[in-house]
């Protein structure tokens, strides 16, 4: 076996054994890579309930008072760090427990609910922002997810406070993208009682102020020479714990500690082990599906930033006698500003209330969330920094930060080009299967019919039939009926990438991409839609006939669909084979001068 053909039956091990879960209901995502609209999980759009409003509202007023009086982002920037002040007063107004259960000291919010706090400190200061999401979205959801009620008991109540500090570390030298690369070992001890950790982790946030670390470190599968990654529960105190380096300077989100450290020979007992042992991996990437929500949420209050931002000077500034908000250039960016930051609430609030309502497996819509939300944001910010002109540029204007800090979205919690990659991989898989089960059958049709037959029937269902989109608004039916077509279309590229290119289509990341951004406009749209149709629906509930059109709804889903279509139509209308060989003969050049 080629050493790349052993890396890919590791790929496709290490895939089996994080997505098969056994038999579950279909999933959004899932459904349209199958031709379905699943609208159970969609519409109507998701409400708080009216008791848990109640407390939201009290804890936003709270946080809101807090944020206003305390929080400085330009003081946390300029001096590198999260004042201890600052960290307690979250602490106090519930921010660093908001989703652990009351009987720990948390709040017990839901994920929608906890995504409107965070949508507030996105909205005003992204270290803030990584710094609550280190700690509270991934640094103790390990602790939430998969800790016994003992485990529980003795870590939750101080890191619900803030009194202790939680941090998640996976990331390595040779473990960053490929994450299940990790390389930390852990060595059970003779008479079982602990584990001895040894390596290196690096790039974690709060690594040095925290006071309890989820380690990601690779054990032994008893009875066989193989290892598996394990998370563990580490403290500093424990001997052999060695910070490398506290703060790495930074570009952006300067007021997070991102730091280095080492174990050596550090003694973990056997009862810090976070779930199954060897499952380590699943562990890692369950808590990134929380982490990617609540990145949604933040970059869904920094772009509504944006558009404050922008608004305030398109209104005022003037040059050739006019306002800037007067020129048709400007208006274009503030409007896409506007349709994005809509879209990006929506989905973060479908995305959060998935995960509320236990649907089992939501990791392409958190996948799909925290990429379009990461670069809609980019997007943004970049147009209001043009917005300002020069005066972005300069440090008295939250602009030069915001570009600063937005950068490391893109590439942390999974890089948008991996998390593309994973989308479009994972979504096929479900159609890719029936495909295959058909293939094999045409090969060797003594195995028989019956499942062939199943699955040749689910993908002709899907290619014959339009879904329909069931909104109940009649002013959005036409939207409904394009969103529609366009997944039927969606279903038929897909089974035809499927069918023309099978097994190497999982190198093709090219097709992948399309295939993945097209699934994200789909679901970015229908959210979108559900939002709009809720607002319609509650106006006329409250009497209103003829509501008004929501103008960035509107541009949204016309501007979602023309991205589809393009989408869809560039499968077979690219330059790939061109992009490919110049990147080829580009690469081939290594190490001789480029000119
Ligand atoms: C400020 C900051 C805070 C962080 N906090 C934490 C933390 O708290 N805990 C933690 O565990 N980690 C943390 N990280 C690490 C972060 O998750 C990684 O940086 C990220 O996963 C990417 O890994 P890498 O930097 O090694 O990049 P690499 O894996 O070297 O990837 C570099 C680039 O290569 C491309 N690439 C890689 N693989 C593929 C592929 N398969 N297909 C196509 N393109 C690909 C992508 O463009 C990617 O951006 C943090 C990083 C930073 C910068």
Redesign the pocket.
Known sequence: MTETETQRQKEIAQAEELLFAGPQALGFAKGLFQGHFVADWVLPYPRIPAAQQTELDKALAEARQFLDEHLDPVAIDRQADIPRAVINGLGRVGVLGMTAPVEFGGRGFTQMTNCKVLEEIGSRCASTS?FVN?HHS??IRALLLFGTHEQKQKWLPKLVTGEQLG?????E?E?????ANVQMQARPSEDGSHFILNGE???????AIAHVLTV?ARTPVPGSDKTAITAFLVTPDMPGFTILEARMP?M??RG?A?GRFALRDVKVPKENILGPPGKGLKVALTVLDFGRTTFGACCTGAAKTCLRLAVEHANTRKQFNKTLGEFHLVKKKIARIAADAYAMEAMTTITASLIDRGLEDYMIETAMLKVFTTERLWEAINEAFQIYGGSAYFGDLPLERMVRDAR?N?????????LT?FIALVGMRGPGMEFKEIYDTMLKPSRGLGKAWTAGMHRLGAAVRIPDVPVRSAELRSFANQLGRLIWRFNIAVNRALIAYREPILDM?LVQERIAGAAMDLFASTCVLSRWDAELQFARRNGDSAPQTNHAAGLFLRQSFRRIRRFLSDLSDNDDKAVLSTANSVLGKAGAAIR
Do not use: C, H, P, W
């Open positions: 990584v280190a991934i640094g941090a998640f570390a996976l990331t030298k473990a960053g993208s490929d994450a982790k690096r790039y974690i946030t709060n690594a990601m930074k952006g989100i997070t991102t490391i893109q590439i942390g919690e999974g890089s948008n080009e991996v990659s990341q």
